[in-house]
């Protein structure tokens, strides 16, 4: 890539970034939602409804009809196009896209933050969740595909939830994963397990409002201080496993949780087999990432696996046999951005 066409990549990159920003605003504020459901609208009609000053309005609707996101015609009403409303405004569709504009606002606050322990190698100060709130960017993807498609496409484990089953949720955040797999599976219970304890909090009230209170439990605990309880047919480490610390101590811990011929599920981020550049656009993707969010929260303890975003199978098959598994096996599942491994 010769000077010019570099200088154009970063010029069309920071358009992007702002069109980012751009989104995280109609989210926060409802544009978007307010779009669909209103129909096409002035500026002045929008800010009306969205409780929002005109000007600013005015603005943005201007921004996202020039970059394309929305319509406008001689009359100056603006309009979400049906076929933006699942990726802008429909948080139950798989292609819901916002979220990922709410973690880039919260990384940018730190930004200054990591220049200075990507001097030290210390760990940067975790980010508040506030004001923002925590993202969802994978709540539409489980409800819709986790106990739909993915899970059924493993026919050992699916006969086994099918029939009824012990199930662990190892890190289970906001609680989408484990209140997925109970609406696709009745006969299941699931202990879902997080040390964020505002996250369970939240995830416990997702849980009573999707009617599955009664068969998913929500602690906030490390998964070892399970060691005694009774056995788990099947454990799930759902989008985590990279960014803890001791992925081996984790996997120790889980194969330890296992009733016979129980199996660990590992679903996570999918990179190529080996690493090259310049890479595909979905590991420059997982590498951003990994700078600013995945690969801090693992930094500033000389004992941390560091593993960062992008786990190849590689690495994933050093932590399983060093965590006493024998059997690795990356399953069949299709899907674009996620790798589904069995441990035994």
Request: contains cysteine; negative net charge; charged residues 20%.
């Given at each position: 890539?010769?000077?010019?066409?570099?200088?154009?990549?970063?010029?069309?990159?920071?358009?992007?970034?702002?069109?980012?920003?751009?989104?995280?605003?109609?989210?926060?504020?409802?544009?978007?939602?307010?779009?669909?459901?209103?129909?096409?609208?002035?500026?002045?009609?929008?800010?009306?409804?969205t409780?929002?000053?005109?000007r600013?309005?005015?603005?943005?609707?201007?921004?996202?009809?020039?970059?394309?996101?929305?319509?406008?015609?001689?009359?100056?009403?603006?309009?979400?196009?049906?076929?933006?409303v699942?990726?802008?405004?429909?948080?139950?569709?798989?292609?819901?896209?916002?979220?990922?504009?709410?973690?880039l606002?919260?990384?940018?606050?730190?930004?200054?933050?990591?220049?200075?322990?990507?001097?030290?190698?210390?760990?940067?100060?975790?980010?508040?969740?506030?004001?923002?709130?925590?993202?969802?960017?994978?709540?539409?993807?489980y409800?819709?595909l986790?106990?739909?498609?993915?899970?059924?496409?493993?026919?050992?484990?699916?006969?086994r939830?099918?029939?009824?089953?012990?199930?662990?949720?190892?890190?289970?955040?906001?609680?989408?994963?484990?209140?997925?797999?109970?609406?696709?599976?009745?006969?299941?219970?699931?202990?879902?397990?997080?040390l964020?304890?505002?996250?369970?909090?939240?995830?416990?009230?997702?849980?009573?409002?999707?009617?599955?209170?009664?068969?998913?439990?929500?602690?906030?605990?490390?998964?070892?201080?399970?060691?005694?309880?009774?056995?788990?047919?099947?454990?799930f480490v759902?989008?985590?496993?990279?960014?803890?610390?001791?992925?081996?101590?984790?996997?120790?811990?889980?194969?330890?949780?296992?009733?016979?011929?129980?199996?660990?599920?590992?679903?996570?981020?999918?990179?190529?087999?080996?690493?090259?550049?310049?890479?595909?656009?979905?590991?420059?993707?997982?590498?951003?990432?990994?700078?600013?969010?995945?690969?801090?929260?693992?930094?500033?303890?000389?004992?941390?696996?560091?593993?960062?975003?992008?786990?190849?199978?590689?690495?994933?098959?050093?932590?399983?046999?060093?965590?006493?598994?024998?059997?690795?096996?990356?399953?069949?599942?299709?899907?674009d951005?996620?790798?589904?491994?069995?441990?035994?």
């Amino acid at each position: 890539m010769d000077s010019a066409a570099l200088a154009k990549l970063l010029f069309e990159n920071t358009t992007a970034t702002l069109r980012m920003y751009a989104v995280y605003l109609g989210e926060r504020l409802g544009y978007y939602r307010a779009l669909a459901d209103g129909g096409p609208m002035t500026s002045a009609e929008l800010a009306a409804r969205t409780q929002t000053h005109e000007r600013y309005t005015r603005e943005w609707l201007e921004h996202q009809a020039s970059s394309g996101l929305l319509t406008v015609d001689a009359d100056g009403l603006f309009g979400l196009p049906a076929e933006h409303v699942p990726v802008l405004a429909d948080p139950d569709h798989v292609l819901y896209a916002t979220q990922p504009s709410i973690d880039l606002a919260r990384v940018a606050r730190r930004l200054p933050e990591l220049v200075e322990v990507y001097r030290t190698g210390a760990a940067p100060s975790p980010i508040p969740w506030e004001p923002e709130g925590r993202a969802n960017p994978n709540r539409a993807q489980y409800l819709n595909l986790l106990g739909k498609q993915w899970i059924p496409a493993i026919p050992d484990v699916h006969k086994r939830l099918s029939d009824g089953a012990r199930v662990a949720d190892i890190a289970c955040g906001l609680g989408w994963t484990s209140i997925a797999m109970a609406q696709a599976y009745p006969n299941i219970t699931v202990d879902g397990l997080d040390l964020d304890a505002r996250a369970i909090e939240i995830a416990r009230r997702n849980a009573a409002e999707a009617g599955v209170a009664d068969r998913v439990t929500f602690s906030a605990k490390d998964a070892s201080e399970l060691t005694s309880a009774e056995p788990f047919d099947v454990v799930f480490v759902i989008e985590a496993l990279h960014d803890m610390k001791y992925p081996v101590d984790a996997l120790t811990t889980a194969r330890n949780l296992l009733a016979p011929g129980g199996s660990v599920l590992v679903f996570d981020v999918k990179p190529d087999e080996e690493f090259k550049a310049p890479g595909p656009a979905l590991e420059q993707y997982e590498y951003g990432w990994s700078l600013v969010a995945c690969l801090p929260a693992t930094m500033g303890d000389p004992d941390s696996a560091m593993t960062g975003t992008v786990m190849r199978p590689a690495t994933l098959r050093k932590y399983a046999e060093a965590a006493g598994f024998t059997d690795v096996t990356i399953l069949p599942v299709e899907a674009d951005t996620w790798r589904f491994y069995q441990l035994k």
